[in-house]
Each structure stands twice: as structure tokens, then as C-alpha cells.
């Protein structure tokens, strides 16, 4: 599976950014899709992830009520929409997808590259 992250960019606090991930390779159908980041000088961290059937999600704490997960199957491509950003949500967000709905990265088979989301104050 080959993962591609896109929709990263510039934004001022309070604004909003949609990322997109798209897999080509194989279907992600049977696969659960997890959102991670990782900030300048920082460990990468669980953002949020969502099973194969869409009907159950996790959220990190410092995104839950910003930020939501989706996916579209028949597209082969999950989503990260995220709202009320912070300067904190500044990182490298990256996608991956596994067998497993889990919240951490070694759960996580296949890697995206990351898109970089800058959020200024």
C-alpha cells in the first residue's frame, strides 16, 4: 500500500485545514486508517484513527471537538478535518493505515509521507 498525504498548509489560529490520504496499491477497505503528527523536536503522537467501516473513531484529547476523521472507501482515501486550529497543532501529519484500530504508531503497517500544517497566532 502506498499512502499519499496532502491539504497541509499555512493557516491562522481559528482557521481550518482538510487532509486528505490517499492509498493506491491495494484497497485500505478491511483497514483501519490512523492520523498521527509530529512537531519540530517532539515524538510523533496519535491524532486520531477510525476503523474500516466508518462507524467507530479515537481522538487525542488536544483534538477531540476540533478535529474530525472520516473516510471514503469507494475512493480508496481518508480525511482529517480540522477546525479551530491552534499553534500547538503545528507538525508533520501523517497517515497510516493497519489491521488494527490502535493509537499507536507500531500498530500501524503503512506510512504516508506527511503533509506539514502550520498554524500562526
Known amino acids: 500500500v502506498q499512502l499519499q498525504a496532502s491539504g497541509g498548509g499555512l493557516v491562522q489560529a481559528g482557521g481550518s485545514l482538510r487532509l486528505s490520504c490517499v492509498a493506491s496499491?491495494?484497497?485500505?477497505?478491511?483497514?483501519?486508517l490512523g492520523w498521527f503528527r509530529q512537531a519540530p523536536g517532539k515524538e510523533r503522537e496519535f491524532v486520531a484513527s477510525?476503523?474500516?467501516?466508518?462507524?467507530?473513531?479515537y481522538y487525542s484529547d488536544f483534538v477531540k471537538g476540533r478535529f474530525t476523521i472520516h473516510r471514503d472507501n469507494a475512493k480508496n482515501t481518508g480525511f482529517l478535518q480540522m477546525n479551530s486550529m491552534k499553534p500547538e497543532d503545528t507538525a508533520v501529519y501523517s497517515c497510516?493505515?493497519?489491521?488494527?484500530?490502535?493509537?499507536?504508531?507500531?500498530?500501524?503497517?503503512?506510512w504516508g509521507q506527511g503533509t506539514l500544517v502550520t498554524v500562526s497566532s
Open positions: 496499491g491495494r484497497t485500505i477497505r478491511d483497514l483501519s
Open positions: 477510525i476503523n474500516w467501516n466508518d462507524n467507530l473513531t
Open positions: 497510516a493505515v493497519g489491521p488494527l484500530l490502535g493509537q499507536r504508531p507500531e500498530e500501524y503497517d503503512y
